[in-house]
């Protein structure tokens, strides 16, 4: 969360006087502790910055449980997470998002930068998108922006929702995509962008064996015979 070239165009409008006026609440979720605590470490100097965490999740149950307990106005919702991923949470938590009165509203910050995801969490309610290149400067900006209702998107990625909601003829599910889990979607994408095994498990933070199980699901369900002919499929789907 280090990367200057991340920007939403709008950092830097409010002082930090003006930050110090502001309050939100917020629930992080993202199934990497260390994620968690570094987020944390960034944005929740509240004195400074206005926003108070108060709750955390790694999963799509502890995310509903905390999200529903504590009913903050903004969840930072990873993409990929363990029992169905950020869309799972989003539907499971449509009437909150829904609510007239106090809306809880979700921004999607997740190493991923792919298409479908982006869109998936878009369909689903989220109200952004960003990635976890952002600076904490930008990130602390953008939670305040979603919570007063506008739609942040990192800048590239805004160009998938325009034309995904532009197009009236592309159809809406990939059939054989949604075959796959959330995080055999991911060991998809970093295999077909040249990863070793060994890399995809360091990034992923899991065991060699787990990615050996994913690929060997993935190839599976594709009804593929290896690594080379899941990239072509990958590539012909711009998931690369």
């Not at 363990?82 to 809306?103: I, S």
């Not at 997740?110 to 904490?136: L, M, N």
């Not at 990615?211 to 711009?238: D, F, G, I, M, Y």
Request: with cysteine.
């Amino acid at each position: 969360m280090s990367d200057p070239t991340e920007t939403n165009g709008t950092a830097g409008t409010e002082t930090a006087g003006d930050a110090g006026k502001r309050h939100v609440r917020v629930v992080l979720v993202d199934d990497h502790r260390m994620f968690r605590t570094g987020v944390q470490a960034e944005i929740g100097r509240t004195e400074e910055t206005g926003v108070e965490v108060v709750g955390e999740a790694a999963d799509v149950d502890q995310a509903v449980t905390v999200i529903t307990t504590t009913r903050p106005e903004v969840v930072l919702l990873d993409v990929h997470l363990p029992g169905g991923g950020g869309v799972e949470v989003l539907r499971r938590c449509a009437a909150l998002m829904a609510d007239p009165e106090r809306p809880t509203r979700f921004l999607a910050l997740s190493v991923s930068d792919a298409a479908e995801d982006v869109i998936g969490v878009i369909r689903g309610g989220a109200r952004g998108y960003v990635t976890k290149t952002i600076t904490g400067a930008d990130l602390v900006d953008s939670i305040y922006r979603v919570q007063e209702g506008d739609a942040v998107f990192s800048p590239r990625l805004a160009g998938f929702v325009l034309d995904a909601f532009a197009s009236t003829d592309a159809p809406p599910v990939d059939e054989d995509l949604d075959r796959l889990t959330q995080r055999e979607r991911e060991v998809l994408r970093l295999i077909a962008r040249g990863y070793a095994y060994k890399e995809i498990a360091k990034q992923l933070f899991i065991s060699i064996k787990t990615v050996e199980s994913h690929v060997s699901a993935v190839l599976r369900k594709l009804q593929l015979s290896n690594r080379h002919e899941l990239t072509r499929w990958a590539t012909a789907r711009r998931l690369v």
